[in-house]
């Protein structure tokens, strides 16, 4: 009798979502995910793996670790990324070497795909957490992610 | 506590005091209808605010927290942004019908209000076909609902009230069957006596096994009248953009929104008179004391409102044919099987008495 068979399941099953989804309401006190935005502003932490923006970390010393190599360049697939290199004499060897003088940024553009931070060799850009990026001109969009005088860390490109 | 609970008794007295009788009648009606309506359009509206909270809380989110303590002003506030959308229609559509159809179902549905006993007494209208009158009036809804989606001239909104034609002409005969099964067990109509009999028990507990299928059977049933998911055919927001109201804006569109709720509340009052004791107390508490009985009514009629809301926020959506499906080939045989099962009970005087 797969009739009454199928009666029962169906009872059973239905009963086993009221069941998981009862759970859910009765500890619903304690484990809400709704972040109240705008009040808490000063205690919202995003989550590590959010995608806000492209940065490159600098440390203490000013140094970052991109050696211009623009692999995150051609990995970009809608040319967000510039990067405005030149070869020069480095002062600790001596020979001419590719350094990197603005690593060019468009948020306008991205599309948050990560492409560039997998490509990276040497980690150099990460995802940052911020998400609040209006401004009121597109132009502060185009972000220069190195600060101005820094160099590569030391034993990077080892 | 010696108010008389039997309020049109009550304000017909009151008002024949200066009136001739006829006028007295009418006005004691009209005065009960306004009463009714402020309280059940507030009612209303605060249940949906349950439900948006009680969504909130099945799905682990907060819900309306902002307008008034605990969000509880929000719905007011929907309300009034309702009130002053403009009344926005088509071209093409039949005016007449289309300004109609919002109207046939809130009346209907406030319609049904009348007849629930909330304590002893306390009932505008106790006629004694009480249950054949409900089922009655609880059919006439889905023909503004039909009106509606007929009159807007949009395809969307025609296939919306067709569904909704299906699904009520379908789900009308096990919501009728699985009240007749309980009709078998109190051998009245009547919403007063019904609860009267339950003095001996609630009908659920009297009737044991058929018993307990009935209600079942009348939980899906109803919850399937009153267009809810997971029988939301017919506003089906995924297919059909808003079904049968695609076309209805401001005030309109509120009356359509309104009417779901208080059929929601009809139909659990139904389940609460019928099979929970109306406005009974568990093992007769608070007997000496009628008037507590609105608390036990309105309690009862809430704890399977959200019965009803928590089917909604678990079960996925049926298609059409599983919906037809489950109505013909499980619910009604099953609800015929459980008529035939309930006679035989009532018949060997095997109900649970105390």
């Known amino acids: 009798m797969s009739y009454f068979g199928d009666i029962y399941k169906g009872i059973k099953t239905l009963l086993t979502g009221m069941s998981v989804t009862g759970k859910y309401f009765l500890t619903s006190r304690k484990g809400a995910i709704t972040q109240q935005y705008p009040d808490n502003k000063e205690t919202l932490k995003m989550f590590e793996r959010f995608r806000g923006e492209v940065v490159m970390p600098h440390d203490e010393n000013n140094e970052h670790r991109c050696t211009g190599c623009q692999k995150c360049e051609l990995a970009c697939p809608n040319g967000s990324i510039e990067i405005i290199w030149d070869r020069q004499i480095d002062p600790e060897s001596g020979k001419k070497k590719k350094m990197i003088d603005k690593h060019i940024y468009h948020l306008g553009m991205c599309t948050m795909c990560g492409l560039c931070i997998e490509a990276c060799p040497t980690d150099a850009i990460v995802w940052a957490q911020n998400f609040e990026n209006s401004v009121y001109d597109r132009s502060y969009l185009t972000k220069v992610l190195n600060q101005p005088n820094s160099k590569l860390k030391a034993g990077v490109e080892d | ?354």
């Open chain 2, 1 to 354: 506590m010696n108010i008389s609970l039997n309020i049109t008794k009550t304000i017909t007295e009151l008002l024949s005091g200066f009136m001739p009788e006829g006028a007295a009648n009418i006005g004691a009606m009209v005065t009960i209808a306004l009463i009714y309506l402020a309280i059940f359009a507030v009612a209303g509206l605060y249940l949906v605010l349950l439900e948006r909270k009680v969504a909130a809380w099945f799905q682990l989110r907060l819900g309306p927290n902002r307008v008034g303590p605990w969000g509880l002003l929000q719905t007011m506030a929907d309300a009034l942004k309702l009130v002053s959308k403009e009344l926005t229609g088509t071209v093409k559509a039949d005016k007449f019908l289309y300004n109609l159809a919002p109207y046939f179902v809130i009346v209907s549905s406030l319609m049904a209000l009348a007849v629930f006993p909330f304590t002893k007494e306390f009932q505008a209208f106790d006629i004694n076909i009480g249950i054949f009158f409900l089922i009655a009036i609880s059919s006439i809804g889905v023909i503004g609902i039909l009106l509606g989606g007929w009159a807007s001239n949009n395809k969307f909104a025609l296939i919306g009230a067709m569904r909704s034609g299906v699904q009520t002409i379908s789900y009308e005969l096990s919501v009728g069957l699985s009240l007749l099964t309980m009709v078998l067990l109190t051998g009245t109509l009547q919403l007063s006596e019904i609860v009267e009999v339950q003095k001996n028990g609630w009908l659920i507990v009297q009737g044991h096994i058929p018993a307990i299928i009935a209600f079942m059977i009348y939980m899906i049933a109803g919850t399937a009248e009153t267009n809810r998911a997971p029988f939301d055919m017919v506003e089906a927001e995924s297919e059909l953009g808003a079904g049968f109201h695609t076309e209805y804006s401001g005030m309109k569109f509120a009356y359509f929104f309104l009417a779901e709720f208080i059929n929601m509340f009809i139909i659990a009052a139904i389940a609460t008179t019928v099979f929970f004791g109306g406005w009974l107390s568990p093992f007769g508490i608070t007997e000496s004391i009628p008037w507590l009985g609105v608390f036990w009514f309105i309690g009862k009629t809430f704890l399977l409102v959200f019965l009803m809301m928590w089917f909604r926020w678990t079960f996925p959506r049926l298609r059409v044919d599983q919906l037809l499906t489950l109505e013909w080939k499980y619910l009604l045989p099953l609800n015929l099987l459980n008529i035939i099962l309930m006679a035989v009970i009532v018949w060997l005087n095997l109900t649970i008495q105390f």
